[in-house]
């Protein structure tokens, strides 16, 4: 979206450095989380979900890590590109709900720096 | 081409003037949602479907209405918009069965204004 950069946290990464974009979750009954990649005046991609019987999971140049004790996840970013500049969502579901209810957590800016 | 869509795009109404954005998919999907997304808010759901005929409430439903009555369609419906409904909306899809991920697909947007 065009304003939804505004009043987020930003991250501002070297290009080809990596970039961690953290998130904290606030439902301990959420066993399942995903991360989904904004850019500027488009919906939500999705990049990577993880179940909560997992601690870490990889994709392309991704990885997501799950830390269920302090209710923490993150998503690393290996040598970080323009075309990674976004805003970063994750979200968390409990299944017992139905996997359909998913809370997203407010975002976070990537910048790479050229 | 596997996608969601919506329209219009942008749109600038009234105060209590009905409208409707549409939402449609092609990929046969069970699950569709309507969220909004506001600055520092993230997205939040309003409404979301199951299958045809089969609609909850998401955490911000007050001042919407939606229908599901064809798999492909969920239209979203503001019977008396008001500024407060100022915001970028987004329709998204899934499977529900089979799950080998959580993946929703979202359409590009609707910009609302309501002035």
């Known amino acids: 979206g065009e304003n939804v950069g505004l009043h987020l946290p930003t991250l501002s990464v070297q290009e080809g450095d990596n970039s961690i974009i953290n998130c904290a979750y606030s439902n301990s009954a959420s066993d399942y989380f995903i991360w989904y990649k904004q850019e500027s005046g488009k919906g939500p991609q999705f990049i990577i979900d993880i179940r909560s019987n997992m601690d870490k999971r990889q994709g392309q140049r991704v990885t997501v890590l799950l830390n269920k004790t302090v209710k923490h996840l993150s998503l690393q970013i290996a040598a970080t590109q323009p075309g990674d500049s976004a805003v970063y969502f994750c979200?968390?579901?409990?299944?017992?709900?139905?996997?359909?209810?998913?809370?997203f957590g407010i975002g976070t800016k990537l910048q790479v720096i050229p | 081409e596997a996608q969601v869509t919506q329209n219009p795009r942008y749109l600038i109404t009234v105060t209590g003037k009905k409208l409707t954005v549409t939402c449609s998919q092609n990929?046969?999907?069970?699950?569709m949602s309507w969220y909004r997304q506001d600055p520092g808010l993230g997205l939040r759901q309003i409404y979301y479907s199951m299958n045809v005929e089969v609609t909850d409430k998401g955490d911000v439903p007050e001042g919407y209405k939606v229908s599901r009555k064809e798999k492909r369609n969920f239209p979203l419906i503001l019977e008396s918009p008001s500024p407060n409904q100022t915001s970028l909306y987004f329709c998204?899809?899934?499977?529900?069965?089979?799950?080998?991920?959580?993946?929703?697909?979202f359409g590009p947007g609707t910009r609302l204004t309501v002035t």
């Open positions: 979200a968390e579901g409990d299944s017992s709900l139905g996997y359909q209810k998913v809370t």
């Open positions: 998204a899809s899934s499977l529900t069965s089979g799950l080998s991920s959580y993946e929703q697909y």
């Open positions: 990929m046969n999907h069970e699950y």
